[in-house]
């Protein structure tokens, strides 16, 4: 009976331990962020031209959002190691 008490407790423990993570998870604001992103031809032109994207994925939204979350991310790494 005792083991089952532990368990439970065990089990309360590790709700608790979760809802504070995702508290302090919302908190935080997440950690992505996605956003609709206007884009044309010669923005999907410049991600295939840099390999961020396959020409064959060209019409496919999460690999066009994909291509420039990616090509965004490096533009910002570059620049920050600029400073």
Excluded: C, F
């Amino acid at each position: 009976m005792s083991g089952a008490l532990s368990g439970s407790a065990n089990a309360d423990r590790h709700r608790a331990q979760r809802r504070k993570w995702q508290r302090d998870y919302r908190k935080r604001g997440g950690l992505i962020k996605i956003a609709p992103v206007p884009y044309d031809a010669t923005t999907l032109d410049y991600l295939i031209a840099l390999g961020w994207l396959k020409e064959s994925d060209s019409k496919d939204r999460r690999k066009i959002g994909d291509g420039i979350a990616r090509a965004l991310a490096e533009s910002a790494k570059s620049q920050a190691a600029k400073r």
